[in-house]
């Protein structure tokens, strides 16, 4: 890639060849303008391409759920193909911690698969996207399914939806009950109550079981993947689009038309809110991803990524109501945060450990084991920044690991 | 408009409370109860309350102002300190035993350690030990509820004449050495059921309590495992007494609404302070208040052992916690 | 009277007495035995080592404490010179205590802060609403516009055990008159911002930046950052450009016309001195960066 470099809407912009990686494509059509540092959500400033779109080549892509339907056959691709397919189109978990989806259901000798989940659960408050693909998409979702088993080798599947989305698990029921060669997959309730959708608490619900701390599902033999993944996975395979677009939720009381949209990775947070009618007066913090784990954005010139689900937008009332003047107060040892932590944790401990710097005694603690969910700050009376002080001491610990560059 | 956006980790939502918030349904929940005292103590229920909240707040705003730190009255412990000290000391107390017992309560039970949060025992269970320890005669003397015309001649004590009396426990601690008449232990229930009864300020009345302990369930403030634990053990080492020898030991149920066993279970013991972490732990320490309160009830010296006995298991609660440490969910890594 | 009152006491208390003799040479016996058979043989010279230690157990060496650090030195005289705080002097003394020669030691090694931007010179985005410290502010990207510059939350202040640091309008900014040189700081810095630096001389010339973006955005993102112009490097070759961010090669830096005249053509005045006697930088040439619409 190169300054004034003629970019096709689908044409790869980056890649690397480590294996946990995947390829970035272009969602446009258009001219490169620069390739310089920009915002991320997560990465601060990274290297960037800036594509400037071609006015002429303005065809927007739209969703391709009405190719899929109940008829849908998945014997025709091989597992290699599937999985080529996937690592093309660059598809990682749309759920939010975007992990190559490619490493994930790849046969894996040694960390054979039986289990594969799908996490129809939202992963937080206030977000619908997933929601809306479960209605809209259906047939796609199960097709991406019946794919993503059959790649890695699992002999049954759980789609694992919300009690609060009646409508979903009908749908999905349905549609299940309409196509053939599904009676290895099956749709579970699970109780509405965040962080449902985090991968061990939903292993946890469905299975009654517990991935080991530190480690990861399929090391008890499960893949889990979100329902936007798979819908990804089955346009890649069949129409070998790669991975350009996502539905995003904008949300919160200082948007003027919150909704679920179907916009192109790389888009600007600010344009998305302009799109969506713009921020209110009121505005006070814009969250990519949901209130609990989302990151506060401070530059609105930050793109959507591919594990941005939603745009949350807050008002100072929404975030203060609770903060009793936004102040501190000590500890009060009530522990409320060790009765909501998922993970069975200590919050308080770990924070005031880190808070004094005894990142041992915080070690002591589990405090790697930390899901950083969040749970703890909400419930905090005293309105300690538990978790925030638990993500510090995370990186100290990292930070001590490595040596400072001279 | 951009400018007056901001950042911060998550979680960017919380829940509407605040230690405030929990003091303030602490206060809530004790109002039935400060009425039951008003109504049987009139005037001097009045005195003593205000007398003791009106101290604990001088003393810790003093003791801010000494340490240089900010004022920290609002988070409202203080006054939820000295309505349950006023609540634990016997309705005759005069007003100066009063200010010193508040004092120490605060100053030493609480601030020395550093301010709510960081002291060791519940600061009411401070203060009034201190006043035990200081003024035994004064924190023994019960004065007969106005409201009651002494139809239980066989607790009327002596010494002080008709305004006093017996507080049934201090009665049962005789019945061990004689015999436990059936006709008292029901006239006994029933009265303390309402609180018609010689004892200290707010413990008398066990329905005003329970009213306000429901509240605190219900508004899910304090953690009804400590309760459940304190009256569970505690009836259970009742009933067996009782059941060993009936004649001796009054039944486990009078045990439970007499003295103060409920104040201590629901608004005492929960204090988050200086409870244990853990519902494990919790357990523990409940079941452990629950069997020392027996203890000193049946076997010591003293009728009554709330006291001592949330005391005790104050002391005991750093160990607790470091015995009772949690496990992951996912298993400790690694072994 | 008197005597008969002295024979009754004796006849009391004859057998506690006797009793309390025989106690005390028990123990005496016991406290004996242990003290031959448990003796810990203390090098008498690794309690000189640690009296010549300034024991503030900074770390700077690398061992826990001043205790840990005249043990090991003491076995192993290769980690001579290893305390900071102490410099030269302790080295000497230890040198002296354990009989063993010592090479020159060359400069003093001190933080310099390559940042120069105090909180009027930096444009924000968004106002910071965490916990209050660089970790944690650093964790939430674009907390300041600029991704590489100084946050002024103090990470280094709190571990600085000479009070050598100081945030001034935000900005961590070293007081060399205190500063011994342990390089907690830098080590603390989350952005990596405090280099260890040879001081040759008593004030070191530095480029008082890290921004790497194109030199548009850096004019957007701070007002004394450096834009990668090659004004410098023109005038003086110690001075090298990089990814659009001017680096001076400190071990090369001497006091020359070619550095100053490089310093004062520098449009964002981003070249300055730093050591105990530094002059006050100049003013930087460019405006204060206009709020972002």
């Known amino acids: 890639m190169a300054k004034k470099d003629n970019v096709r809407a689908g044409q790869v912009v980056g890649d690397v060849d480590a294996f946990v990686s995947a390829p970035v494509h272009s969602p446009v059509s258009g001219t490169v303008k620069d390739i310089a540092l920009r915002s991320h959500p997560v990465l601060g400033r990274t290297m960037a391409v800036i594509i400037d779109t071609d006015p002429a080549d303005a065809t927007e892509k739209s969703p391709c759920a009405g190719q899929f339907g109940a008829d849908f056959d998945h014997s025709a691709y091989s597992v290699e193909q599937i999985c080529e397919a996937v690592r093309q189109a660059g598809i990682v978990g749309m759920g939010g911690a975007g992990f190559p989806t490619r490493v994930k259901i790849e046969p894996n000798p040694r960390l054979p698969k039986r289990t594969l989940i799908i996490n129809g659960c939202e992963c937080e408050p206030f977000i619908t996207c997933d929601y809306r693909i479960m209605l809209e998409w259906t047939y796609q979702i199960i097709a991406g399914v019946k794919l993503a088993c059959k790649a890695s080798g699992c002999s049954r599947v759980v789609i694992g939806i919300e009690d609060n989305k009646p409508a979903a698990i009908e749908t999905m029921c349905k549609a299940l009950e309409a196509c053939r060669g599904c009676e290895h997959i099956e749709v579970a309730p699970v109780q509405t109550k965040y962080p449902q959708g985090g991968e061990r608490q939903l292993i946890n619900s469905l299975l009654k079981r517990t991935v080991p701390t530190g480690g990861i599902p399929p090391m008890i033999g499960i893949c889990v993947l979100n329902v936007a993944t798979c819908a990804a996975i089955a346009e890649a395979v069949v129409t070998g689009a790669p991975l350009t677009h996502r539905v995003v939720t904008v949300t919160g009381e200082a948007i003027s038309k919150p909704g679920n949209y179907y916009v192109p990775v790389g888009m600007q947070v600010a344009d998305l809110i302009d799109h969506a009618g713009g921020l209110t007066e009121t505005a006070a913090k814009v969250i990519l991803g949901g209130p609990m784990m989302g990151l506060a954005i401070a530059d609105l010139s930050t793109p959507i990524t591919k594990t941005s689900g939603a745009v949350t937008v807050l008002t100072k009332e929404a975030i203060y109501k609770a903060k009793y003047e936004k102040r501190q107060t000590p500890c009060i040892r009530c522990g409320r945060c060790l009765d909501v932590c998922p993970e069975n944790l200590n919050p308080t401990k770990i924070a005031h450990a880190v808070k004094n710097n005894l990142l041992d005694v915080a070690a002591d603690y589990y405090m790697s084991a930390c899901i950083e969910c969040g749970c703890c700050s909400y419930v905090c009376p005293a309105n300690i920044e538990l978790t925030g002080y638990i993500k510090t001491g995370k990186l100290l610990v990292a930070r001590a690991k490595q040596k400072v560059p001279e | ?335 | ?293």
């Open chain 3, 1 to 293: 009277m008197v005597l008969a009152n002295i024979v009754q006491l004796w006849q009391d208390a004859w057998p506690a007495g006797l009793t309390m003799l025989a106690l005390g040479t028990g123990f005496a016996v016991v406290l004996l035995i242990a003290s031959i058979k448990l003796k810990v043989t203390v090098d008498p010279k690794i309690e000189q080592v640690h009296q010549a230690l300034p024991g503030v157990d900074c770390g700077a060496c690398g061992f826990a404490g001043c205790a840990a650090y005249a043990k090991a030195v003491s076995a192993d005289p290769e980690l001579l010179g290893k305390c900071a705080p102490g410099g030269a002097e302790t080295a000497g003394k230890i040198a002296q205590i354990l009989n063993i020669q010592i090479s020159s030691s060359g400069g003093l090694v001190r933080p310099i802060v390559h940042c120069r931007a105090h909180t009027d010179d930096k444009q924000f985005y968004a106002e910071y609403d965490g916990i209050m410290t660089c970790t944690a502010a650093n964790a939430q990207p674009n907390v300041q516009a600029c991704n590489f510059g100084c946050l002024g939350y103090g990470d280094c202040i709190r571990v600085c055990k000479f009070d050598a640091l100081h945030i001034i309008d935000g900005l961590a900014t070293v007081d060399y008159e205190k500063c011994t040189g342990c390089g907690a700081c830098a080590k603390a810095c989350p952005r990596n911002l405090i280099e260890m630096v040879g001081f040759a001389q008593e004030n070191m010339m530095t480029v008082a930046c890290r921004n790497r973006e194109n030199p548009k955005t850096t004019r957007q993102m701070c007002r004394v950052g450096c834009i990668g112009c090659k004004m410098c490097e023109k005038q003086s070759d110690i001075f090298k450009i990089e990814d659009n961010l001017a680096r001076l090669d400190y071990e090369r830096y001497q006091p020359s016309e070619q550095a100053e005249t490089a310093m004062s053509k520098c449009p964002t005045g981003v070249i300055v001195y730093r050591g105990k006697s530094a002059p006050t930088p100049r003013k930087s040439a460019q405006k204060p960066v206009a709020a972002k619409e």
């Open chain 2, 1 to 335: 408009m951009l400018s007056k956006i901001t950042v911060s980790p998550g979680p960017h939502i919380s829940e509407p409370h605040s230690t405030r918030s929990i003091m303030g349904d602490v206060i809530i929940a004790l109002v039935p109860a400060m009425f039951a005292a008003i109504i049987y103590f009139r005037i001097r229920a009045f005195v003593l309350i205000g007398v003791c909240v009106g101290t604990c707040v001088a003393s810790e705003w003093l003791c801010n102002l000494i340490r240089k730190k900010p004022n920290s009255l609002d988070d409202l412990s203080a006054v939820v300190t000295g309505i349950i000290l006023a609540f634990s000391v016997p309705p005759a107390l005069p007003w100066w035993a009063a200010v010193i017992g508040s004092a120490f309560a605060v100053i030493i039970g609480k601030m020395v350690f550093g301010g709510l949060g960081a002291n060791i025992f519940n600061p009411a269970m401070v203060g009034r030990a201190f006043l035990t320890a200081s003024f035994g005669m004064l924190m023994t003397t019960w004065t007969v509820p106005v409201t009651l015309d002494t139809t239980m001649p066989e607790i009327a004590a002596t010494g002080r004449g008709a305004i006093t009396q017996a507080t049934p426990l201090a009665w049962s601690k005789q019945a061990i050495k004689k015999k436990v008449d059936t006709k008292v232990v029901a006239a006994q229930l029933d009265a303390s059921l309402i609180g018609q009864i010689g004892g200290c300020l707010g413990e008398t009345s066990s329905i005003a309590l329970l009213i306000g302990a429901l509240y605190l369930v219900l508004k899910r403030t304090i953690n009804v495992n400590i309760p459940l634990a304190v009256l569970g053990s505690a009836f259970v080492v009742a009933a067996m007494c009782h059941l060993i020898n009936p004649n001796a030991y009054i039944p486990p149920w009078l045990h439970l609404t007499t003295g103060g066993m409920l104040i201590g279970a629901f608004f005492i013991a929960t204090d988050p302070v200086t409870m244990p972490l853990s519902t494990r732990g919790m357990w523990l320490f409940g079941t452990g208040v629950g069997a020392l309160i027996m203890l000193i009830r049946i076997v010591g010296e003293y009728p009554e052992g709330v006291m001592y006995a949330i005391l005790i298991m104050n002391a005991v609660t750093p160990l607790i916690d470091r015995f009772c440490k949690l496990t992951p969910a996912g298993g400790v890594p690694n072994a």
